[in-house]
C-alpha cells in the first residue's frame, strides 16, 4: 500500500522558518517517475495548491503567495520531498499535505496519492 507522510510541522511565531518532510513508500513505479506536489488546507476552506517539483527534480512551480518564501526539493535516494518554509506569516496557518501523481501539477483533484497532513500554525 503506498503511503506518503508528512512530518516536521508544529507551532512557530511569525517570521521564523520550518522544513517539512514527506517520506513515500511503495509507489507503484519508482518516486523519480513522479511530480510530487505540496497542498494546504486551512479551517473552513478549500484544499489550496502551495507548490509541485516535477519528477526530473529541475522544475518548481509554486503558488504566488509562497513564492520567495518556500523552496520545494526532493531527495529520490532518500524517498523524501521536502518543503522549506521561511518568513512564515499567520496566514499560511493550514494543514500541510503532500501527495504523488506522474502527470498532476496545480489540481489537488489530479493527483493519486495523499499524505495525511501535518499541521503548521504560525502565530503572530
Known amino acids: 500500500q503506498v503511503t506518503l507522510v508528512e512530518s516536521g510541522g508544529g507551532l512557530v511565531l511569525a517570521g521564523d522558518s520550518l522544513r517539512l518532510s514527506c517520506a513515500v513508500s511503495?509507489?507503484?513505479?519508482?518516486?523519480?517517475?513522479?511530480?510530487m506536489g505540496w497542498f494546504r488546507q486551512a479551517p473552513g476552506k478549500e484544499r489550496d495548491f502551495v507548490g509541485t517539483?516535477?519528477?526530473?527534480?529541475?522544475?518548481?512551480y509554486y503558488e504566488d503567495s509562497v513564492k520567495g518564501r518556500f523552496t520545494i526539493s526532493r531527495d529520490d535516494a532518500k524517498n523524501t520531498v521536502y518543503l522549506q518554509m521561511d518568513s512564515l506569516k499567520p496566514e499560511d496557518t493550514a494543514v500541510y499535505y503532500c501527495?504523488?501523481?506522474?502527470?498532476?501539477?496545480?489540481?489537488?483533484?489530479?493527483?493519486?496519492?495523499w499524505g495525511q497532513g501535518t499541521q503548521v500554525t504560525v502565530s503572530s
Open positions: 511503495r509507489l507503484p513505479f519508482s518516486i523519480s517517475t513522479y511530480n
Open positions: 501527495a504523488a501523481d506522474q502527470f498532476a501539477t496545480r489540481s489537488w483533484s489530479e493527483y493519486d496519492y
Open positions: 517539483i516535477l519528477w526530473s527534480g529541475s522544475t518548481t
